[in-house]
């Protein structure tokens, strides 16, 4: 009966032009084994981030519940629930690099940038690069022995 209603209140409100193509990405791959994760690449490729509208689509598409959808967006780290910054600095929190300084640097970063609007702070749990450690991805390119002026140094080549 729920759907009905939805059905109904679809004719009187026209999907927007984002709605429209998250549907169509999610019938491209609704055919598929297990296709939510799959749907959920493709619409972030597609619109750079799964917006609220987007988990309502693919949750009527694949004829499961919005929680069910959005679980699984919250759950996975990949997966972003507004646009991107402009620049992201992650920083591993993982053992290897938490014993060599990862607490310090992680709570370096996130006083240094939090003002920033265009930059993201977040937490890692291991790189693979522990030998290395502490370890951080600074617009995505993993750098090992990071130190607080390192980021320093990253960000004084960004405009604000």
């Given at each position: 009966?729920?759907?009905?209603?939805?059905?109904?209140?679809?004719?009187?409100?026209?999907?927007?032009a984002r709605a429209e193509m998250t549907r169509e990405i999610s019938q491209r791959h609704a055919g598929e084994r297990g296709?939510?994760?799959?749907?959920?690449?493709?619409?972030?490729?597609?619109?750079?981030?799964?917006?609220?509208?987007?988990?309502?689509?693919?949750?009527?598409?694949?004829?499961?519940?919005?929680?069910?959808?959005?679980?699984?967006?919250?759950?996975?780290?990949?997966?972003?629930?507004?646009?991107?910054?402009?620049?992201?600095?992650?920083?591993?929190?993982?053992?290897?690099c938490q014993a060599v300084g990862a607490a310090e640097l992680w709570a370096a970063a996130e006083?240094?940038?939090?003002?920033?609007?265009?930059?993201?702070?977040?937490?890692?749990?291991?790189?693979?690069?522990?030998?290395?450690?502490?370890?951080?991805?600074?617009?995505?390119?993993?750098?090992?022995?990071?130190?607080?002026?390192?980021?320093?140094?990253?960000?004084?080549?960004?405009?604000?």
């Open positions: 009966m729920a759907r009905a209603g939805r059905q109904q209140t679809e004719e009187l409100t026209p999907r927007s296709p939510l994760l799959e749907i959920l690449h493709a619409v972030q490729a597609e619109h750079g981030y799964i917006a609220d509208e987007d988990v309502v689509e693919i949750a009527d598409l694949l004829n499961l519940s919005v929680a069910e959808v959005h679980g699984t967006v919250s759950f996975y780290h990949d997966f972003r629930r507004r646009p991107a910054a402009d620049h992201e600095v992650h920083v591993c929190r993982a053992e290897a006083e240094r940038f939090a003002h920033r609007e265009d930059v993201e702070v977040r937490e890692v749990f291991c790189f693979g690069n522990c030998a290395l450690g502490p370890s951080a991805s600074i617009d995505g390119r993993l750098r090992g022995r990071v130190t607080v002026d390192d980021l320093a140094t990253a960000e004084s080549g960004w405009s604000r």
